[in-house]
């Protein structure tokens, strides 16, 4: 079991939804955070009424597609809270349209949010926490990374391209003592998924995603992913023949 009392964590996109119930709830954990997102004032807004002198609570303006804010953003984490034992990274968007109206800078946009700005982030870490032989790098994934669907496709793959990095540093990290984890929730209500016109089947609180995830970040699970029903159907999904599943998609209503 991994304690966390006492552990300094850096919680990327903590101003709305899974990061700011994630925030909440590692309070009650005892640990020291350094809560980073481009809406800086939303985290200093949901979390003024907490008092509680035996933590450090900081928040920090990051935007996490420009390297120099994230470089900056980290040294100042690291040099308030002496050192960051782990990184969790939530920052993630998502922009549905049809290949119809298919606009490419908001594809990008997905993409440098959901993928290169956790690279930045994986760049200024790794490094001390490979000399320190020691660290947990957890990133937030989907259970949406499996297949192509309709209108989400650039989202689906930045996904994906998510778990198969965290996939490749869990092995290539573990020599040096670092630990990876995987987050690969269904549908989660938050602001982003306040958005979606579609019918989003087992949709759980933030506040219960939350709890799973350090739960299973206790238990040092390697992939957390909920809800059971969503997972069981996300992993039928992908084994299906892409005849069956072209046929399933053009079906799906968004």
């Keep these: ?44 807004e949901q979390l003024s009424n907490v008092k509680d002198i035996k933590r450090k609570i900081i928040s920090i303006k990051c935007d996490v597609t420009l390297k120099e804010e994230v470089k900056i953003a980290v040294a100042e984490a690291k040099y308030l809270l002496g050192n960051i034992d782990v990184l969790i990274y939530n920052s993630g968007i998502s922009t549905p349209q049809s290949i119809k ?18 690279l930045n982030f994986v760049a200024e ?21 499996g297949r192509g669907f309709p209108r989400n496709g650039v989202y689906s793959a930045s996904k994906a391209a998510i778990s198969i990095l965290l996939e490749s540093l869990r092995i290539e990290l573990k020599k040096y003592g670092i630990k990876v984890i995987t987050i690969k929730p269904g549908f989660v209500k938050t602001p982003m998924t306040d958005k979606n016109n579609f019918k989003m089947p087992f949709l759980m609180s933030s506040e219960k995603a939350a709890k799973l995830i350090i739960a299973g970040i206790k ?10 029903p969503t997972v069981l159907g996300a992993k039928l999904l992908k084994l299906i023949p892409n005849r069956v599943f072209d046929i399933l998609a053009q079906n799906i209503k968004q």
């Excluded at 238990?219 to 992913?225: A, M, P």
């Design 101 to 118: 109206n298919f606009n490419n800078l908001k594809s990008e946009e997905v993409f440098n949010v959901n993928v290169n700005g956790f």
């Design 219 to 228: 238990k040092e699970k390697q992939i957390i992913q909920f809800p059971l």
């Design 1 to 44: 079991m991994f304690d966390l009392k006492n552990k300094n964590v850096l919680l990327v996109g903590a101003s709305s939804g899974i990061g700011l119930e994630l925030a909440k709830q590692l309070l009650k954990e005892d640990c020291n955070l350094s809560l980073l997102a481009r809406r800086k004032e939303l985290i200093d």
């Design 125 to 145: 870490i790794i490094p001390f926490m490979i000399e320190n032989s020691n660290g947990y790098i957890i990133g937030v994934s989907s259970l949406a990374d």
